[in-house]
Structures are given as C-alpha cells and as structure tokens.
Nanobody
Framework: QVQLVESGGGLVQAGDSLRLSCAAS????????MGWFRQAPGKEREFVASISRNGTKTEYARSAKGRFTVSRDNAKNTMYLQMNRLKPEDTAVYYC????????????WGRGTQVTVSS
C-alpha cells in the first residue's frame, strides 16, 4: 500500500504560484495513476488533476485547466502540482491519492496541505 505525504502549501496572494509535492513510500507508486483533490471549508472534496502511471496522460478539472500542471517523478516517488495564477477560490486543503483514471480516488487519504490565497 502506498503511503502519501503532501507538502508545499502556504499563504499566498492572488496571482502568485505554488508547487505542491506528494511524496509516496512503498514500491507501488509507479504502478498507479495518481490524483490531486482539494476540499474547501464547508464543501465536498473535489477532483483537481490526475496523471497516468508513466506521466504521459493528464486530466484536469475545469477550474484547474490552463493554470495548474500535474507531473510526477517515479524515480523519486513524488508527484507535483504546479499552481499558477492562484485565485482566492483555490483556497482549500489539497490531498493526493491513487486514482482509477481519470478521477476516481481509492486508497487512504493523507493529512493534506493547506493552500490559502488572499485577495
């Protein structure tokens, strides 16, 4: 089973950028597609982006398309989410987890990393 730790969140201003990381333990990271999800206060957790096992195929939520880029480095057991032109509505706790492509999460959730975007 893959264990996951998210990092890289913080407090930024609208228009800034952040890069989130998802570090995985275990030898199965490269064998699963991975996804980013987020949950804002009082809202349901929602899909943000996903990436195939070998990184050749990506999917994005409409809210992320054109601003966010998901990538992975299987040699480092790490997935990334580059977030540009951040908006206050991007404020949420961001989580990573394995997915059945394109966006069906499975497995356990980590603690997530908080992203706060001020206007």
């Amino acid at each position: 089973q893959v264990q996951l730790v998210e990092s890289g969140g913080g407090l930024v201003q609208a228009g800034d950028s952040l890069r989130l990381s998802c570090a995985a333990s275990g030898r199965t990271f490269s064998s699963v597609a991975m996804g980013w999800f987020r949950q804002a206060p009082g809202k349901e957790r929602e899909f943000v982006a996903s990436i195939s096992r070998n990184g050749t195929k990506t999917e994005y939520a409409r809210s992320a398309k054109g601003r966010f880029t998901v990538s992975r480095d299987n040699a480092k057991n790490t997935m990334y989410l580059q977030m540009n032109r951040l908006k206050p509505e991007d404020t949420a706790v961001y989580y990573c987890t394995p997915v059945v492509p394109p966006s069906d999460p499975f497995g356990s959730w980590g603690r997530g990393t908080q992203v706060t975007v001020s206007s």
